[in-house]
């Protein structure tokens, strides 16, 4: 049957690199039997600029019913100063909330043929392979109460709330769990336990439900401003690490820097399975929409071209489509094609479409 | 007139880095007529231990009255499963709120002598020398509501809440303005006012301020993730930078490690000016108890010892012994004495001990 794909490239450099990934979608579906429906939404400040709100409902609704979302990105300065509820990212945040979308997998993981691309010492990276689970529908980013009021004397007052409780903590450790199996079997806990009751809780949960179920993955816990600086000082001690919202977001573009290819990284967002054993899941690049390079068609497109690869194999069980991207981008990088986020001082710089088509010609010569 | 100095030492390597600067304290009475009286008492685990309490209401009284509070460090593992009150990390947070220090200044800075102990290459960190201004007694780490709940099915509900005000945003900011104009005139403002009203505030109060009283320093403004990235990436564009407890919690650990010598870097937290224009201050080490090391004799005592340079710089106004201070430290670090968190492969370390002697030698000698 056919799968419902639904593609929202954003803004930035968004549109650019989701072209890309559509045209691997055409060539799969032209030469792999790949069977799916394409349909494009706006999302972001693209989407408030035709219809005046970050994501129209009805485009929400067509997530909830897709097989899985391929996102792009979202963030647009023109929107900088506008009120809370008109801001591109709420497309985002209102996807993961109404979708259920609470575990984001962002794997840091280095490219041996772009070590020299980070900015730390090639015998601290080299090799480096980890994966954070953050978690994407709770914490502060939810909370309630929230909100700017003024207080009598005309000065104001900012509040937010955050909030986690045991289910919303077993669920996503549960992830971790799961995927520390299928590595290296180990997972890091972050919290700030020492001065926040919700890091309390979160460490008490997650070490009754390892006690209860996960006994022979190793665990360790580790408060997260010392977790900020293990990442720069031996970012390779990790295998997974499960943390809340705030600190996953920090600390996962943290690690994603660390590899120095933050536009080769792809991430994926995963809900709870339905009463068909199927899980809502949207995959996204970890990169923002870089407005300074957008419209100049130099962005990278590989970190939504893995997205992709990543939707084919956990979403559409299609794992032989996902590494044959997979290896396609392994190529072109050995081939020495750099666009410019990756490109070393002497290095030619491909454009954003010189890139897409090396990874199809590569896919095409397997 | 004599000054008063409280010394609490904590918890860890707290009191053996703590007696080398009190060994720096003496040899100034005795050689440079620094009029000093000193009182030591109990915090931490230290307190925890013989009081039962993280800290006794009588040192909070001290430390009120006190012309300067130099801190060693606090964390110990034997409290790790206490109730929230009774953990060693609450005396620290108790000096802070209940003195209103509520500007933390911790500098980033390179050692050249030890710019290959950072896991950044050289070309990346040399030369970095930032500064981080974090709020210190607000924020999630105290507003109200917070707790644990227990729900009706059993399950638990951990909660804190992020509370900014006008004021609170403002005093701190300022203190952020003033020190760029003794620097590099440039402020960077971190917040995450895309997903938290509290940082949307934020950034609203440091523009108006910098708008009414700061148009000479150059403000940007930049989101927390991006921030964890940007410090990794490309540390030396930052001179100044200002953020909340939370944000500077993460991030101001972060860039202390972009330099490889946690253990040289040390800290002022500064309170508001009081009638008689002096300003409640606590110097200490940015680095933690280090229990692993603790009672080993190994650890490096130059943070604790540098702090002691802060402070006699700010609180007792005598710059002249705090620059002897810092000559000497860089004297020591010139000749290759190294403890063992900075030391290279060959090198041979120094203890504690060696240390601290060697630094009251190129003091005497100077
Ligand atoms: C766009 C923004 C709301 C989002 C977040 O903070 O979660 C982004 O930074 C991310 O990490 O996916
Ligand atoms: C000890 C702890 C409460 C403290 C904090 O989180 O503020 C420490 O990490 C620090 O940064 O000074």
Redesign the pocket.
């Known amino acids: 049957d056919t799968h419902q794909l639904l593609l929202l490239p954003g803004d930035g450099i968004g549109p650019e690199i989701m072209a890309q990934a559509v045209k691997v979608l055409h060539w799969l579906r032209d030469h792999r039997g790949l069977n799916v429906e394409l349909t494009e939404e706006l999302v972001g400040g693209a989407s408030l600029k035709a219809h005046d709100t970050p994501i129209r409902d009805e485009v929400i609704e067509q997530a909830r019913h897709a097989d899985a979302v391929l996102f792009g990105s979202v963030g647009d300065p023109a929107w900088k100063d506008a009120p809370f509820e008109k801001r591109p990212e709420v497309a985002i945040l209102r996807l993961r909330k109404e979708l259920g979308l609470y575990a984001n997998l962002r794997p840091a993981k280095l490219f041996d043929a772009l070590l020299s691309a980070s900015a730390l010492k090639p015998e601290v990276v080299r090799g480096l392979d980890l994966m954070i689970v953050r978690e994407t529908v709770g914490g502060v980013y939810f909370g309630e109460p929230r909100g700017i009021e003024t207080l009598p004397d005309g000065t104001k007052r900012g509040v937010n709330t955050e909030v986690y409780t045991t289910a919303e903590i077993e669920r996503v450790a549960r992830v971790a769990f799961e995927l520390a199996r299928q590595r290296d079997g180990r997972v890091c806990s972050v919290e700030?336990g020492?001065?926040m009751e919700s890091g309390l809780l979160w460490r008490e949960v997650v070490t009754s439900l390892h006690k209860a179920e996960y006994s022979d993955v190793t665990l360790t816990h580790m408060?997260a401003?010392?977790c900020a600086m293990q990442l720069v000082r031996d970012p390779r001690q990790f295998d997974v690490m499960v943390t809340g919202n705030l600190f996953g977001d920090l600390l996962s573009d943290l690690a994603s820097m660390l590899t120095g290819s933050l536009g080769m990284l792809p991430s994926a967002t995963l809900g709870a399975e339905n009463e068909h054993g199927k899980r809502a899941a949207l995959y996204e690049p970890i990169h923002g929409s870089a407005p300074d390079i957008a419209g100049k068609g130099s962005a990278n497109p590989l970190a939504q071209i893995l997205s992709l690869a990543m939707l084919l194999r956990y979403s559409l069980n299609r794992p032989e489509d996902a590494e044959l991207i997979e290896r396609a981008v392994s190529g072109v990088l050995a081939d020495g094609l750099r666009t410019a986020d990756i490109a070393g001082e002497g290095d030619a710089r491909a454009t954003t479409e010189q890139m897409g088509e090396a990874v199809l010609k590569k896919m095409a010569a397997q």
């Open positions: 700030k020492n001065v408060l401003d010392n």
